[in-house]
């Protein structure tokens, strides 16, 4: 994947919200169609359930309203036929009593006769119906229909259910006032007479002669005008859209149909097993819906699907039914549902276009607003890019600043490291070599103090200049620190080539410098280490560049120092012999040898110069010069010092008694030793403690000293000067300002330095410089010692000269004090002796 950079980021946020609205607005309007169709079919399926249950409500209603209608018909039946049987009887009885009244005055018999005969060939409802008379005992006295029951009691016949017919007909009537309404159960005349069928009657009491006229129909034939009645009406009886109505009986055969010839014909099975459920509920209402294939449709040979309603008529085995083409009803259905469509169409349309538009004038505003965020993180983005420079720019200052150092503006410690690694994969790639020198500017410190720290500021900063210009195009130079600089030379061809740059540097310093108007000349020391020779850790090269240009400072100042495994030795021997030192004063391997001095006049033993002496049990004997060195650095040049200066005044007190002739003892102290406050009252101290005489004791100072804080060494030298001490200036001619020093400091006595008794035969300017320190020596009233005379031509040179006293190998070599004991003795007998 690719990373989300800002630019990526910034379209994200200007049209990401559109780009999710608009799946949004898909999302939902792909849902709301969904929905809409869901909606519509549920509707539609509603619509067609409707329709149905409507349809069925609509066959349900009309077979119940003809069915009531029906029982409305059947109920009427008996009262139909009670009113007519009653207008029959009533009709019968008037023509009896008119024939009755009219006829008075005849014999009883003939009225009778005539009365008989008048209503014996009536019938009525369609033929069915006739009269007949009883008298009060049951003596059929007519009987239209069966005249042979004439002049017959029938007072004991009873019907199939074993009712009296007449006994009971006669007594209802009796009871009710001479008329009754009657039931019986008799058999028809066109039917086989076994059979007996319901009968309704109606009888009358006609009083003149006792006799009962009736008549009766039969309650089925009545019914069955009726139901012809209500076939003939059906057969025609449309509804709705030229519906109808069928009756089937008992049997499934149909009775009633519009279509003439599926009368008599038989239902489906399918029909008729639903049918048959129907009947066969037990109670209440036997009636129900059928669905099924019906044989009979308009228009359609093969018949169709129907749904009816059917509902069985109680008591006549009959079922009235009627119902519904469903695919007559799929086809309104159909037109419904398109229109209904249609509707849900123009909706979801204007449900559509509604969301669309909303959603685009979303998108729009989202589309703005994405765009003024984008806009103003762009800004931010921007604003945040000028303060992200900004901060950079002081940062890198701030980092130039740290890397560099303010007063020369040459790249400083921290920047180093770096530079000497480039410097070496410089070097290792181009396959040539490099060097790291390490510069110290010599006495820097003294023209610090002398001419103010400002000057020696302005000095470091012109020789870094001038550094610089000496520079090759790979080389550096970087401040290390106070009056050190490392040059990083990562270009070079051999050892050759990096002695011109240390030449290069060192032409720097011939130059005078001019600052501040005055006139200042120095030097310089230059510790070398090269790569990848040497070492390829940049730090392990200054290392290595320091001990070298230590190395050569101990050595001589103002030179260059290649490091080398011989360096590297001796280094390692110093730090052996720093290691050796601290043991050896604890073992008491120092010892103390003492040189004598001579008085030239005299030719005597006067004194000895104590010098130090080791020989380590592990590295041999040890120049004082290695050892002295090595103490002043690791601190032990004190305990050193006041072991020698002890043991000094203990061993020439033991073999020179302090007085008049007594020998004097001259030792050396470090410049470390003076820096030690109470220096002179310990010195005292120890003198006092041992017994021997201050003015016997000399203290020989180098010049170095005088480098250090010249007012506190001359206040110390001041004190010991006033203790009593004799105080010498060691070395004298080697260093810059030997003679200011004379005037300046409490000096009793100056020692030539060995480099000239060395000379002084063979250099005239040395023999005049000689002459001219022991004349000034004379002058100021100071003892003048010449050290390492070796020859007699030496010795007799400064005798001439007039040097006071001299010392050397000429006259001894540094010797033990038991040495010193026997020519001191012997000297002092040739001494006493020549007195
Ligand atoms: P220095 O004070 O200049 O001592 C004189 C040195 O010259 C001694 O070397 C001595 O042995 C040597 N010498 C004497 N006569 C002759 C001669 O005729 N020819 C030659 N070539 N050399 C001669 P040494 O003992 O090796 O001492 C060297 C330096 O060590 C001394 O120089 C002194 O500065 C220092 N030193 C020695 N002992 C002590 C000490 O106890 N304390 C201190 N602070 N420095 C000491
Ligand atoms: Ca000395
Ligand atoms: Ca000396």
Redesign the pocket.
């Given at each position: 994947m690719t990373p989300l950079n800002d630019r990526k980021l910034l379209n994200i946020i200007r049209y990401a919200p559109a780009v999710f609205i608009t799946l949004f607005a898909v999302v939902v309007n792909v849902i709301l169609i969904q929905s809409n169709r869901i909606e519509s079919e549920e509707k539609i399926e509603f619509i067609r359930e409707n329709l149905i249950e409507q349809q069925k409500q609509v066959i349900q209603d009309q077979i119940k309203q003809i069915a009531d209608q029906i029982d409305r018909q059947k109920s009427q039946t008996e009262k139909t036929l009670q009113k007519q049987i009653y207008d029959r009887v009533y009709e019968a009885h008037k023509i009896a009593s008119n024939i009755y009244e009219r006829n008075r005055n005849k014999p009883t018999e003939e009225v009778m006769k005539m009365i008989t005969e008048a209503l014996r060939p009536i019938r009525f409802n369609h033929g069915r119906g006739y009269f007949f008379i009883y008298d009060s005992n049951g003596i059929n006295v007519m009987h239209s229909l069966f005249p042979q029951l004439e002049g017959h009691s029938v007072w004991n016949t009873k019907d199939v259910r074993g009712t009296l017919i007449v006994q009971e007909h006669i007594a209802r009537m009796q009871a009710a006032g001479g008329e009754a309404f009657y039931r019986w159960w008799y058999s028809k005349p066109d039917v086989d007479a076994k059979e007996q069928f319901e009968k309704i009657g109606f009888g009358k009491l006609f009083e003149p002669y006792g006799w009962y006229v009736g008549t009766g129909d039969y309650i089925v034939d009545v019914e069955s005008d009726i139901k012809m009645q209500v076939v003939e009406w059906l057969q025609f009886f449309r509804y709705g859209d030229n519906d109808y109505v069928f009756i089937i009986d008992e049997e499934g055969t149909i009775v009633s149909h519009p279509e003439p010839s599926m009368v008599n014909t038989h239902v489906s099975d399918e029909l008729g097993s639903q049918l048959a459920e129907i009947r066969a509920k037990k109670d209440g209402d036997r009636s129900g819906f059928t669905h099924y294939m019906a044989k009979y449709m308009p228009g359609a040979p093969n018949g169709g699907e129907k749904i009816s309603y059917l509902k069985m008529i109680d008591g006549w085995d009959w079922t009235i039914g009627t119902g519904f083409y469903v695919q007559r009803f799929e086809a309104y259905l159909a037109d419904n549902v398109s229109a209904l469509e249609e509707s849900n169409r123009a909706e979801l349309k204007r449900v559509v276009l509604a969301s669309l538009v909303s959603t685009l004038i979303i998108i729009a505003l989202s589309l703005k607003l994405g765009r003024a965020i984008g806009d103003r993180f762009n800004r931010f983005q921007e604003r945040i890019g000028k303060d992200f420079n900004e901060l950079k720019q002081i940062k890198d200052k701030l980092k130039y600043l740290a890397e560099h150092d303010s007063l020369t503006d040459l790249p400083n410690r921290l920047l180093l490291n770096g530079i000497i690694h480039s410097g070496i994969d410089y070097a290792h790639h181009n396959r040539c070599f490099g060097a790291v020198m390490l510069l110290d500017v010599d006495d820097f410190k003294k023209i610090n103090d002398l001419y103010g720290h400002s000057a020696g500021d302005k000095l470091l900063k012109t020789v870094s200049r001038k550094f610089e210009s000496i520079l090759g195009p790979h080389d550096t130079v970087s401040r290390f620190g106070g009056d050190e600089f490392i040059f990083c030379f990562p270009d070079l061809s051999d050892d050759r080539a990096a002695r011109e740059k240390v030449l290069a540097i060192q032409r720097v310093f011939e130059d005078k410098f001019i600052i501040d108007g005055k006139v200042l000349t120095t030097n310089c020391s230059i510790g070398v280490a090269m790569f990848p020779s040497d070492d390829t850790d940049p730090e392990a090269l200054i290392r290595k560049a320091d001990v070298v240009l230590y190395k050569s400072k101990a050595h001589h100042k103002g030179s260059a120092m290649f490091y080398s495994n011989d360096v590297n030795e001796e280094i390692q021997l110093d730090y052996m012999i720093e290691e050796e030192l601290r043991k050896a004063l604890k073992e008491e391997e120092i010892k103390?040898?003492y040189?004598p001095q001579i008085d030239v006049q005299s030719g005597k033993n006067i004194g000895v110069?104590?010098?130090?002496?080791w020989n380590s049990k592990r590295l041999g004997p040890i120049?004082?010069?290695k050892f002295?060195a090595a103490a002043e650095d690791i601190g032990v040049?004190h305990e050193?010092?006041y072991f020698?200066f002890r043991k000094a005044c203990e061993d020439i007190l033991s073999i020179s008694p302090n007085g008049h002739d007594a020998m004097g003892v001259s030792?050396?102290?470090?410049p470390k030793?003076l820096m030690e406050p109470s220096f002179p009252e310990t010195l005292l101290e120890v003198t006092q403690k041992i017994g021997i005489d201050i003015s016997r004791v000399t203290l020989?100072i180098?010049e170095n000293v005088l480098l250090e804080d010249l007012n506190m060494v001359a206040e110390r030298l001041n004190s010991m000067k006033a203790y009593g001490f004799g105080l010498s200036l060691?070395?004298f001619g080697t260093g810059y300002s030997s003679l200011s020093y004379l005037n300046t400091l409490p000096i009793t006595e100056i020692?030539i330095?060995?480099s000239f008794t060395d000379k002084i035969l063979v250099s005239e300017q040395t023999r005049t410089l000689v002459k001219a320190i022991i004349a000034i020596g004379s002058s100021c009233k100071m003892t003048v010692v010449a050290?390492?005379?070796?020859t007699m031509e030496q010795f007799n040179a400064l005798s001439e000269h007039g040097c006071d006293v001299v010392?050397?190998?000429?006259f001894a070599?540094?010797l033990t004090i038991e040495s010193i004991s026997e020519i001191f003795c012997s000297s002092l007998q040739s001494g006493s002796e020549s007195n």
């Open positions: 103390v040898l040189q110069e104590a010098l130090a002496r120049s004082p010069i002295i040049i050193l010092g020698v030792i050396n102290i470090s030793q020989e180098t060691d070395d020692k330095d060995r050290e390492g005379v070796e010392q050397g190998y000429y070599p540094p």
